[in-house]
T-cell receptor
C-alpha cells in the first residue's frame, strides 16, 4: 500500500492565484482530513470528511474548499491564495472501526504565497 | 483552538537519558494519542490511551493519563539520537466527529 499520498510536495503561488492540493489514500478509509501546520501553532484542522459526499468545516476553513466524490480522494482547493495561507499542509485518513482512531498522515505540501 | 497543550515546548537531553513530555487538555475526551514528527515529514502515530485507562506501554514508550487533572505524559526511556523529533499529543473528544485535535508539540533533541 502507498498509504496517504500528497501532490505537489512544494508549490509557490502569487497572491490571488488558485490551486488544488491533491490527497489520495489506498486504505479504504472513510475519514479524511486536512490540517495546516504553522511554526509554533501545531496542526490546525481545515476541513474533514466522514465519507464520500460528506464534508464539514474544521477550525480554520476560510479560504479553502473541499469535496469528496470518492473514498480515495480528498482534494483541497485554495480559491484565491493569500500570504496568510503560506504553510505546510497535511492530509490524513483513518479507519472508522470502533477501536481505530489512529490517523495516517501524508508527507505534506509546503506552500508559499508571495 | 488547540485542545491539548504540550510542555515543555523544547527539551534537550543526552543519549541514554529519559525524556518526559506532558500534555494538558480542556474538555472530556474519548482518547488521547501521541504522534511523532521528524523534520520535514508527516506525523506518525505512536500510542493511544483511552479515557478509562491510566497507563500504557509500547517498547520504550510509557504513557499515563490522569482524567481528573486532564493531563497526560509521554516518557521515552533510554533515549537515542534517532528519537530527535517533535512530539504531539492529540485528543479525541467524547461525541462529535472523532477527528483528533492537536497541540503545539514538544521539540526533543537527543545529543549523541
Amino acid at each position: 500500500n502507498a498509504g496517504v499520498t500528497q501532490t505537489p510536495k512544494f508549490q509557490v503561488l502569487k497572491t490571488g492565484q488558485s490551486m488544488t492540493l491533491q490527497c489520495a489514500q489506498d486504505m479504504n478509509h472513510e475519514y479524511m482530513s486536512w490540517y495546516r501546520q504553522d511554526p509554533g501553532m501545531g496542526l490546525r484542522l481545515i476541513h474533514y470528511s466522514v465519507g464520500a459526499g460528506i464534508t464539514d468545516q474544521g477550525e480554520v476553513p476560510n479560504g479553502y474548499n473541499v469535496s469528496r466524490s470518492t473514498t480515495e480522494d480528498f482534494p483541497l482547493r485554495l480559491l484565491s491564495a493569500a500570504p496568510s495561507q503560506t504553510s505546510v499542509y497535511f492530509c490524513a485518513s483513518r479507519d472508522t472501526g470502533a477501536s481505530s482512531y489512529e490517523q495516517y498522515f501524508g508527507p505534506g505540501t509546503r506552500l508559499t504565497v508571495t | 483552538s488547540q485542545q491539548g497543550e504540550e510542555d515543555p515546548q523544547a527539551l534537550s537531553i543526552q543519549e541514554g537519558e529519559n525524556a518526559t513530555m506532558n500534555c494538558s487538555y480542556k474538555t472530556s475526551i474519548n482518547n488521547l494519542q501521541w504522534y511523532r514528527q521528524n523534520s520535514g515529514r508527516g506525523l506518525v502515530h505512536l500510542i493511544l490511551i483511552r479515557s478509562n485507562e491510566r497507563e500504557k506501554h509500547s517498547g520504550r514508550l510509557r504513557v499515563t493519563l490522569d482524567t481528573s487533572k486532564k493531563s497526560s505524559s509521554l516518557l521515552i526511556t533510554a533515549s537515542r539520537a534517532a528519537d530527535t523529533a517533535s512530539y504531539f499529543c492529540a485528543t479525541v473528544s467524547s461525541g462529535g466527529s472523532y477527528i483528533p485535535t492537536f497541540g503545539r508539540g514538544t521539540s526533543l533533541i537527543v545529543h549523541p
